[in-house]
């Protein structure tokens, strides 16, 4: 009886890339309107090396996209081992301000200035040309963005129409990852987080 009980609760429970994307959705569909970077992209991205924003580097420090300080960096710092030891990374007021951060990064760059002359809607050549310009070194980035796509229907975003408000794009049910159980996450334990997943941040 107990069991059963739970049943209907337990099927409602999101995994935390779920909840990440109806969080983020609407985010990531106003950062694209604002610069063209497709929200599919932002939002895989932001996934993958977030962790569903479950990092230390996404809970510490709002940095959803691993950028790092650079030179020019004057705000708040954040440190981590990652290709070195305790390398710099930015740490960001609010998770909004990576969002906005991630879009300016790529449109402001030169080698990512031809991602922009790709139709906006494809994200296989968005994914493939993010890694043809060195944003990760991870030889299977892009695949694993496209997997992440294609997984929790994140090309819908891509097409969001210019009256879609905030509310709409949140509100939307986004699709359960038709993946084996075992490769989920551990969403009885939101804290366990599969860093096989990861990918090698932006230099």
């Not at 990440?20 to 694209?32: C, D, N, Q």
């Not at 449109?107 to 790709?118: E, G, I």
């Not at 980035?141 to 992440?148: E, F, G, N, V």
């Not at 709409?168 to 490769?183: F, K, L, N, R």
Request: aromatic share 10%; glycine share 4%; charged share 25%.
């Amino acid at each position: 009886m107990l069991l059963a009980a739970l049943l209907p609760l337990l099927a409602a429970a999101q995994t935390p890339q779920q909840d990440y994307i109806a969080k983020y959705a609407a985010l990531a569909v106003s950062e694209m309107r604002r610069t063209g970077v497709p929200a599919s992209i932002t939002l895989a991205q932001g996934l993958l090396e977030s962790a569903a924003g479950l990092s230390p580097l996404a809970v510490h420090a709002n940095n959803h996209f691993g950028i790092k300080c650079h030179n020019d960096w004057e705000g708040e710092t954040f440190y981590k081992d990652d290709d070195s030891a305790h390398e710099c990374f930015r740490a960001y007021p609010r998770a909004e301000d990576s969002f906005r951060a991630h879009s300016d990064f790529l449109r402001n760059r030169a080698h990512y200035r031809s991602l922009f002359d790709l139709d906006p809607t494809d994200y296989k050549a968005w994914a493939r040309g993010l890694k043809k310009a060195g944003y990760a070194t991870d030889p299977s980035y892009a695949d694993k963005l496209i997997r992440q796509i294609e997984m929790y229907g994140l090309a819908r975003y891509d097409h969001a129409e210019a009256d879609v408000t905030e509310a709409d794009v949140a509100g939307t049910d986004v699709p359960e990852a038709a993946v084996p159980q075992e490769s989920r996450p551990d969403t009885t334990a939101r804290e366990k987080v599969r860093y096989d997943e990861m990918v090698i941040l932006p230099i």
